[in-house]
């Protein structure tokens, strides 16, 4: 693995961390923030990994994911697509789709679990 590739991985599981202390902290918009921010890294480290090129600078992980040619399971691509749209949402000022009051840390915790499992799957696979 290049130093490049390990700093990627690296960054994914920081952010990582950072999801879990912001759970805890109850500050559930940047747990799905750091979410994305993981998979987004985990996804350029293998990128690279795969092509020995950086990866594009675009935040759109189902299109991240294509690039990094992985063969992936639905529910994989779908967590995708949802933490892609809350990136995206999270940019600008207005609604966003995080639930309101004691839903919120249980669909947090969903959405932070499916990451681990995720970016663990990605990293897995680093050469």
Request: charged share 20%.
């Amino acid at each position: 693995m290049t130093e490049t590739i390990r700093e990627w991985a690296n960054r994914a599981e920081y952010d990582l961390e950072s999801a879990r202390t912001m759970l805890v902290g109850g500050r559930y918009f940047y747990v799905v923030f750091c979410c994305q921010q993981a998979v987004e890294k985990a996804l350029k480290a293998v990128i690279i990994s795969k092509t020995g090129q950086l990866a594009p600078r675009i935040h759109n992980l189902p299109r991240l994911a294509e690039l990094a040619g992985l063969p992936m399971e639905a529910s994989r691509l779908e967590l995708m697509a949802r933490l892609s749209a809350f990136y995206f949402q999270s940019r600008y000022p207005g609604k966003t789709e995080l639930p309101e009051g004691p839903a919120a840390e249980m669909h947090v915790q969903a959405l932070l679990n499916q990451t681990e499992e995720t970016v663990k799957w990605l990293l897995s696979t680093l050469i």
